[in-house]
Each structure stands twice: as structure tokens, then as C-alpha cells.
């Protein structure tokens, strides 16, 4: 089906050139992840070895007359397991106008917070926003009617979205949602009201505005009625092995995100972003301890099982890392961000704090255009703090990327 | 009661000169943005080529719309770039980047920092944004007859806070424009070509030297200019995530 896509694709983009704003392209990327043998998480023998793994993207792009489409196909070789590939149409939708009203349908991709690390009025697609490596997301199937005046705009749109658990079980989502947008003098102000089906009721208000020159600041806050998050249930009693899988999406009720930061650019091409969050889905320090002092009693009991509960328990331990595969493993986050935009290379370098349990990351980026559209990237993350804390508990220590981007018009 | 009139005519024909000197120069500058910009709604594309040791480096495809109320939305049609659009209201200005569906907010320092050529090919007008005095008359610039005046940024949020600007003495073409950051410091140079377009005398080109980055030189080049007028809508920054603009 995807092949057959992309071929379609291919034929208008050489049919129609000067019909449409067409581009393709290719990134490839060299991964290298050093594993962190002194993670209480660790159940092999391992010592602090690099694995190696190299992904390669092709996209195409089309945009003609509101028609959108994004098609991107991945291919990742892996050193120590098979090779896997995977097509995904990001994005198919079409902008158009009636009336006074605009309206699109189809598959988009939905953004609409403020901020740079955590933006809590993505009510319906909430990215990763501190991935080191951004990929071209996957929009949601929706309709939406909208109304724009010279500076306000009202949106309403429903989708059907599909949920995957972490259990890999599939379900549907139907969700409704309004969005507010003004400027108001100098402020850009932001209003959205969301229902889902599984999450309940959500509602939040932002803002971003310019002091003088060099300084821009921006806030959000939102409210959610209903939240999960994976718990394992022996964090919750007393024993330390279950017979069968211990972590269940647990449901909570009412909680507030928020974001406040600034960003401030000075004439010599530095930048300064600094943000402050709390993600009320993430975990509490206490969730995150309980996990820790659960996994450090499971790692002491190893030793003592027969092979046959060794086993099942190293299987429960390595379980226990799906408490890592969310955007913001503890609740509350500092970040700072210092960037250069050069004319041919651009650095920066970025500190996460997790002040609850002393966590801290460090991510690196160089990127160098070598030519017009041909861009080399270098990216590198660390992952250090206090030895208690989860970011010095990852099963990696270091992931280093190496890689180049190029994109052509047709 | 002599020596008091006196003072009185000499301070009347001072404002009265001041006043008229605030005419010309206000003419001035409209008659030499006529020449950049002819309409209150147009459609400009626009090439930009960014030589770096005048070996073409960058060549880039803007469409540029620009309406009365200092708006301009400027949409990019080149690699790598396709999608990104820049929007200006007045000292207010976004950017959406490409792949990306939200608008951001940018400061003023970041657009003059962003995309060399944002700021200079999206504000066309003198007239509106400074306002300045005549320092010379009759100088030579560029081998022509020039008047050159000293322009002050009037609003927030423009590219240049200062611009030396060479108009042609005899019919207010202009010829040349050095251009100061707010620091003072001045960081290009800005020359005029004049050509025809639409059957009319129009700057068709502008030459950026930079002063800061001395190896690179920008050249701007006015493909077409034509009446093209888009709803207001289209100016709003929540409508830059949509994609229905008129070509």
C-alpha cells in the first residue's frame, strides 16, 4: 500500500512540477548508545559498550493549492537485531475555504502550545519536544472548521484517533476541541477546550509576548480531568515479584500542567531559552523512589532464585524501564538552552534539571550547512546527576548521533 | 519690544522650516518608495542570491505579500525551506518553520538575525517607519547628482535603526542606503538597481554588502510586482498553519 503511495507520489511530483511546491528528501543518521552497566535497570554482564545502529529517511512533500501530503519511509539497520523499515503517510490533508469559513480534512499534524521543552496546550498531540533527533511527526485524522477576523481566530474540530497502550493493544479515541487564538496588543493569547473519550475533560490558556528588542516570554497552563500513567502494582504492596506482568495504567483524576519561560537573543547571534514545567502525568518523586527501591530489592534477590525465577525477575526488572518511555519522567523540570545561529553552522548546548531527585541531561547539536540544502548534524546527550536519580538510572549513559540532511525542490 | 518680534519671526520662520523640511523629506521618501514598492496590495517575487567571496553561495525564491498597515507575509518557495513563512504586523513579527504546525513568536533581534534577507525584502517603505533630515545636497554617489539625508527609525521593531540614504537630486531615486543597527554599528550597504518593470521605472535589484560579514554580498532581485490583494485573514498569525494561499 505504501509503495503503491509512493509511486502515485513520484508521478505527480514528475507530472506536475510546476503545478505544485514539491521537494524530496533524505537524512541519514548514524546512532551510537553507550549502555550504563551501573543502572540498577542493568540485568546483563555488559560493561559501558557502544551499540551501533544507522537510520535512513525519505520523505516526499507536496503542497499545491491547500492539498498537503508528507510521506516519509524509515529503514534502520541495527547491529545486534534485524533490520527493520517502516512507511507512514505523516500527513494527507486539504485546506480550503467556504463561505466565510475555513475548514480542513484529513490526516494533519496538530501543535498548538507555546514554549520549547514542554508545551502543555498540545492537548491532542503532545510530541517528545526534547527528542535529539526530530522526525517528521504523524498528524491525526480530523475535520476542522475555523474563523479567522484580522487578529483572532476561532477552531473547532473533532478526530478519530487510534491509541496504542503499553501493551500494544489498539483503541479508538473520539475527541472535540476548540481553540482560541488573539493578539491583544502585544500578546499572543491562547485559549483551548478539549473532550475525549478516554481523557475526559481538559482545558488550558497561554501566552507569549515581546518585551523590547532581545526578549520574548511565554506561559501555559492547563487542566486535565483525567490522566494515566504505567504503575507497577508491587510499588503499592509490599512484595517484590508478581506472577504475571506488574505494570497496569493506572487512572488518575484532575491535574494541572504549566509552563513559564523566556527566550532572549542578543545581537551577537546568541540565544538564551530558559523554561520551567510541571507535568502532572509524569512522576511524582515519591512514584519514581518507590520504582527505584522495588527494582534495587528485585536486584538483590537475584542472586538468591533458582534460574527459572531469575529469569522472570530479570524479565520484571527490565520491565520496570517502561517508567522511562515518556517525555518527562519526573514531574517537575528546569531547562536552559544556550544556541548560536551562525551563517553556516548552527550550535547549541542544553542542561535538564529534575531538581526533585537531582537528575540532569546534557544534549549537544552542531549542525553545518555544507551546501545549499545539504546539511551535516552532530548530536550528542549525556545523561548524568545524582546516583539516586532516574536520568543516572537510564540503561544508557551516552547517545551520540552523526548525520546529514539533504532536500531537493522539484 | 523690536529685539522681542525679532525673536518671534526668527523662531517662525525656524518652525516654519523645520515644518517644511518635514514636508520634503516626507515626500521624498514616499516618491523614493514608489519606486520599491507601487500599490497598497501587491504580490512581489522575489530572488535572493547570497554570494560569499563573490562565489554564489545560496539562491533562495521568496513570495512576498504585502498590504497596507505594514503587513507583509513572506512565503519561502526554495529547498529546505519550503513551507516557512514570515509574517509582519506592524513591529510584530512570526515564523512558521517547515514541517511544523505553529506559528511562532519571534523578537525583533531574531528576525534581523534569522534569514539574512527577511527584513529586507519584506519592508519596502521608508516613508512610514523613519523619519530624518537632509544632510547634503548635490553630492556625488555613484557617479550621480545626490541628495543624501540621515533617516531615524520612528517605530519599534524596524531592521535598521539608522539609514544614510542617497536619493538621486532630480527625481528621488534611490541610489544608495548605508544601514546602523541599533549599536550604532553599520552593517551594510545597500545599492539600487534601477530598471523597468510593468512599463514602469522601478528599483529592479538591490545589492546587500555586508560590513559585518565582509565576505558575504546579498543580491536582491525583483523578479515581478504585481497588484494581488488577499484577505486580511491571511495576515492573521493563526492562519500561517494553513496552506490555501492564492499563488
Given at each position: 500500500m505504501f509503495f503503491r503511495l509512493l509511486i502515485w507520489i513520484t508521478l505527480i511530483l514528475i507530472c506536475f512540477p510546476a503545478l505544485a511546491d514539491t521537494a524530496i528528501g533524505y537524512r541519514l543518521f548514524a546512532k551510537s548508545s553507550q549502555a550504563n552497566?551501573?543502572?540498577?535497570f542493568n540485568v546483563t554482564d555488559e560493561n559501558d559498550s557502544f551499540s551501533h545502529s544507522q537510520l535512513n529517511e525519505l520523505y516526499a512533500k507536496l503542497q499545491v493549492k491547500g492539498f498537503n501530503l508528507l510521506a516519509t519511509y524509515n529503514v534502520t539497520f541495527n547491529e545486534d537485531r534485524e533490520t527493520e523499515d517502516d512507511g507512514v503517510l505523516n500527513e494527507a490533508y486539504y485546506d480550503f475555504s467556504a463561505s466565510s469559513l475555513d475548514f480542513t480534512i484529513g490526516k494533519k499534524v496538530l501543535s498548538w502550545g507555546v514554549g520549547y521543552?514542554?508545551?502543555?496546550?498540545?492537548?491532542i498531540q503532545q510530541e517528545?519536544?526534547?527528542?535529539l533527533i526530530s522526525q517528521n511527526l504523524e498528524g491525526v485524522l480530523l475535520t476542522s472548521a475555523e474563523y479567522y477576523t484580522g487578529n483572532s481566530a476561532i477552531s473547532f474540530l473533532i478526530t478519530n484517533r487510534e491509541l496504542i497502550s503499553d501493551r500494544q493493544s489498539r483503541s479508538k479515541d473520539h475527541e472535540a476541541a476548540v481553540k482560541l487564538y488573539s493578539l491583544y496588543n502585544d500578546w499572543d493569547l491562547h485559549g483551548v477546550g478539549h473532550y475525549s473519550e478516554v481523557f475526559g475533560a481538559s482545558f488550558g490558556l497561554g501566552f507569549s509576548t515581546i518585551v523590547g528588542d532581545e526578549l520574548e516570554v511565554h506561559a501555559s497552563s492547563t487542566y486535565r480531568s483525567r490522566y494515566h500513567k504505567l504503575i507497577n502494582v508491587l510499588t503499592e504492596s509490599?512484595?517484590?515479584?508478581?506472577?504475571?506482568?506488574?505494570?497496569y495504567e493506572k487512572h488518575y483524576n484532575d491535574c494541572i500542567n504549566a509552563v513559564l519561560g523566556f527566550s532572549w537573543t542578543f545581537q551577537s547571534g546568541i540565544t538564551v531559552i530558559g523554561e520551567a514545567w510541571h507535568d502532572c502525568t509524569a512522576y511524582t518523586y515519591s512514584e519514581w523512589a518507590a520504582m527505584r527501591d522495588l527494582t534495587k530489592q528485585q536486584q538483590l534477590l537475584l542472586s538468591s532464585l533458582p534460574q527459572a525465577a531469575q529469569d522472570a525477575t530479570e524479565t520484571q526488572i527490565q520491565g520496570?524501564?517502561?517508567?522511562?518511555?515518556?517525555?518527562?519522567?519526573?514531574?517537575n523540570n528546569l531547562f536552559t538552552r544556550l544556541s548560536y545561529d551562525g551563517e553556516k553552522t548552527d550550535p547549541y548546548l542544553d542542561v535538564l534539571l529534575t531538581p526533585d531527585d537531582g537528575g540532569v541531561v546534557l544534549s549537544t547539536s552542531i549542525e553545518h550547512e555544507?551546501?545549499?540544502?545539504i546539511l551535516l548534524y552532530a548530536n550528542a546527550r549525556y545523561f548524568t546527576g545524582r546516583s539516586s536519580s532516574a536520568y543516572k538510572q537510564l540503561g544508557n549513559r551516552a547517545l551520540i548521533y552523526l548525520g546529514f540532511r539533504a532536500e531537493f525542490v522539484l | 519690544m523690536f529685539k522681542n518680534s525679532c525673536f518671534f519671526i526668527v523662531i517662525f520662520l525656524f518652525a516654519c522650516h523645520i515644518s517644511v523640511a518635514d514636508d520634503d523629506i516626507k515626500s521624498m521618501l514616499k516618491t523614493a518608495d514608489g519606486y520599491r514598492q507601487q500599490g497598497e496590495e501587491l504580490l512581489i517575487k522575489t530572488e535572493v542570491n547570497l554570494y560569499i567571496k563573490d562565489k554564489l553561495d545560496k539562491q533562495s525564491l521568496y513570495h512576498v505579500f504585502v498590504k497596507s498597515g505594514r503587513r507583509s507575509l513572506v512565503v519561502f518557495k526554495s529547498a529546505g525551506e519550503l513551507g516557512q513563512k514570515v509574517l509582519m504586523l506592524d513591529d510584530k513579527f512570526w515564523i512558521i518553520l517547515p514541517n511544523t504546525r505553529r506559528p511562532i513568536r519571534i523578537t525583533p533581534m531574531q528576525k534581523l538575525l534569522g534569514e539574512a534577507s527577511v527584513g529586507d525584502i519584506a519592508t519596502l517603505t521608508w516613508s512610514e517607519d523613519y523619519d530624518g533630515t537632509i544632510i547634503e545636497h548635490n553630492i556625488t554617489e555613484q557617479g550621480i547628482n545626490s541628495i543624501k539625508l540621515d533617516l531615524n527609525s520612528t517605530?519599534?521593531?524596524?531592521?535598521?535603526?539608522?539609514i544614510e540614504l542617497f536619493l538621486?537630486?532630480?527625481?528621488?531615486?534611490?541610489?544608495k542606503a548605508n544601514l546602523y543597527l541599533k549599536?550604532?554599528?553599520?552593517a551594510k550597504e545597500a545599492y539600487y538597481e534601477n530598471g523597468t518593470m510593468n512599463d514602469q521605472r522601478r528599483v529592479v535589484a538591490m545589492t546587500l554588502v555586508d560590513l559585518i560579514n565582509k565576505d558575504q554580498k546579498t543580491i536582491v532581485n525583483y523578479e515581478s510586482m504585481e497588484n494581488k490583494s488577499i484577505p486580511d485573514k491571511f495576515y492573521n498569525p493563526a492562519f500561517l498553519v494553513r496552506t490555501d494561499l492564492p499563488d
Open positions: 552497566s551501573t543502572s540498577i521543552g514542554f508545551r502543555p496546550l498540545d492537548l517528545n519536544r526534547r527528542v509490599n512484595e517484590t515479584f508478581a506472577l504475571t506482568d506488574p505494570v520496570n524501564q517502561r517508567y522511562f518511555n515518556q517525555a518527562n519522567i519526573l514531574q555544507i551546501k545549499q540544502n | 517605530r519599534k521593531g524596524t531592521t535598521y535603526h539608522r538621486n537630486q532630480k527625481d528621488y531615486f534611490p541610489i549599536s550604532g554599528k553599520l
